[in-house]
């Protein structure tokens, strides 16, 4: 006996379902920079899904020879967030397959290993540097606010 059952987005709670990218403008320039390194997957927020706070997942394909990567400078939000870096080795899940290189309050530490970060609320953050990539690596964050926005902690050039 099948059970009942609804497609993807369809039903009275498909709206909470999000399978394509919806991420807020980025400037032109942002955004063609931001394919040297990675092609942003999916984005969800209080603007895509109301209530739900901000996430979103980026595929890192390339080493690009910027240290640090653009625009990715050190800042603070006034929220949590989670940060992640994800290997792509099935056969070693925790073998991150390159080195990232992301500040957390002043200290650089070098991942090699599939890792998540917890960043509280107030604690400065990155620079962000992808050193080396052997494989894809899946990056996500998720802030514990409707809406992404950060304060930098060095005056904007």
């Known amino acids: 006996m099948e059970e009942n059952y609804v497609m ?3 039903g009275e709670y498909g709206k909470y379902v999000v ?6 403008p980025f400037s032109p320039g942002f955004a063609e920079i931001y394919k040297q390194w990675g092609e942003r997957l999916l984005w969800i927020d209080g603007n895509v899904v109301p209530g739900a706070f901000q996430m979103n997942m980026t595929w890192y394909h390339h080493a690009p020879d910027m240290r640090p ?9 006034d929220f949590d967030e989670l940060i992640g870096f994800i290997g792509s080795n099935p056969d070693d899940p925790y ?5 990232i290189e992301v500040g ?3 200290e650089l530490h070098r991942l090699t290993k599939s890792s998540m ?3 509280p609320g107030g604690m400065k953050h990155l ?5 080396s990539l052997e494989r894809p690596i899946l ?5 514990m606010n409707p809406i992404y926005g950060y304060k930098p902690t060095k005056p904007e050039e």
């Not at 990567?69 to 939000?77: A, C, F, I, P, T």
Request: aromatic share 8%; hydrophobic share 40%.
């Open 8 to 10: 993807n987005t369809d």
């Open 127 to 131: 620079p962000l540097s992808i050193i």
């Open 139 to 143: 990056h996500f964050s998720i802030s």
């Open 117 to 119: 970060i917890f960043m």
């Open 104 to 106: 957390i309050n002043g």
């Open 19 to 24: 399978q394509e990218l919806k991420a807020p």
């Open 69 to 77: 990567l653009y625009k990715h400078d050190e800042h603070v939000h």
């Open 95 to 99: 073998d991150l397959g390159g080195v």
